[in-house]
């Protein structure tokens, strides 16, 4: 009954509101896409990334990977269900002075916008970031994720070991889902068909502050700009359906099981107040990962690199020093 509930207040919400249309990709992005910004054509699709610190890429259009310099350590940071690499601004700043930061929008998010294929499992997402790695030349890295950007690190680390120096997990989606808590209804509502089309039209800018102020522990921390930010993206051409498909293509066939054979130098970082995938789960990687570390930050929700990125990436800093030797 409650699922019913929701749907119609969404159809009432579009038919009072009126249809919310998507913004102009050229208007996104002059506006979330300028320098240090780049475009890549990959599958289809123009990748939107940014490489920063020592060692990145050249930004020359006769710049091949082999000429990246290699000596930086560096680290690809991943992005959550609905966020952009925006994300992780914070951190991209305090690591860019020692590493090279390269972070970008996953297919389906950001101004990257939808795969053509429409696949947005988790091997089709890990076969794309096997090219991406490869076309920025990065050859060994760490991985740092959220949520689902978390999920894609450990299995990108599972299937590539030789690659992986370390994983850092922050609020990592990867065990059996229990989708019935306060902060996943959009989750629930993009999973059926008919109110997936129906939220290619509903407005936005309501439905994501609702859920940034349930992601966030400190609700107050939400600011105008944040909420702008999330809405205009979401309305890139192609998000909103790429998001119906996605949650869609949804399964607790994660390859959990496997999580007890990393052996890569793993921190995991995590929201005392995350009601997207609880402390629980937390527990449960360090228990599962061999010789891992675990942090929690009770104030912080789902995403506290974005929510508190001085303290995060302070911890996160401290991890990579120990696991690179510096």
């Known amino acids: 009954m409650k699922s019913w509930a929701w749907c119609l207040g969404l159809i009432s919400a579009v038919f009072l509101a009126g249809c919310q249309t998507d913004l102009p990709l050229a208007d996104l992005k002059s506006h979330y896409g300028a320098p240090p910004s780049r475009f890549l054509p990959m599958d289809g699709m123009e990748v939107h990334w940014r490489d920063e610190g020592p060692g990145r890429m050249a930004r020359s259009d006769h710049t091949s990977p082999s000429e990246a310099t290699q000596n930086a350590p560096a680290i690809l940071l991943l992005h959550g269900t609905g966020a952009s690499l925006h994300t992780w601004d914070g951190w991209a700043g305090a690591l860019s002075g020692q590493w090279r930061v390269v972070r970008l929008d996953l297919p389906g998010f950001g101004l990257t916008g939808p795969h053509p294929s429409g696949d947005y499992s988790p091997a089709a997402t890990i076969d794309f970031l096997e090219r991406f790695v490869d ?5 060994r890295f760490a991985i740092a994720g959220n ?3 978390g999920l894609i690190a450990w299995r990108f680390a599972l299937r590539h070991p030789e690659r992986v120096t370390a994983l850092i997990l922050i609020d990592s989606a990867g065990y059996p889902a229990d989708l019935s808590g306060p902060g996943t209804a959009g989750l629930r509502l993009a999973r059926t068909p008919v109110v997936s ?3 290619r039209w509903a407005p936005v800018r309501p439905a994501v502050r609702n859920s940034l102020e349930g992601v966030y522990g400190s609700p107050a921390k939400v600011t105008p700009d944040l909420v702008d930010r999330y809405s ?7 998000n909103r359906a790429a998001m119906g498909e996605r949650a869609r293509s949804m399964s607790n066939n994660t390859q959990w099981e496997q999580i007890q054979t990393l052996r890569v130098p793993t921190l995991i970082q995590w929201g005392g107040r995350d009601e ?3 402390l629980v789960q937390g527990e449960r ?3 599962d ?4 570390t675990l942090i929690v930050y009770p104030g912080l929700g789902h995403v506290p690199m974005e929510e508190d990125p001085q303290t995060t990436v302070a911890d996160a800093i401290a991890f990579l020093r120990k ?3 510096l």
Do not use: V
């Not at 076309?135 to 050859?139: D, I, N, Y």
């Not at 205009?232 to 192609?238: M, N, S, T, V, Y």
């Not at 990962?289 to 891992?292: F, L, T, V």
């Open 276 to 278: 997207w995938i609880p």
């Open 285 to 287: 990687f360090k228990r």
């Open 289 to 292: 990962i061999p010789n891992s």
């Open 323 to 325: 696991a690179y030797g």
């Open 197 to 199: 089309e129906l939220m």
């Open 147 to 149: 949520s689902l950007g």
């Open 232 to 238: 205009d993206l979401l309305r890139r051409p192609g």
């Open 135 to 139: 076309a920025a030349g990065m050859s």
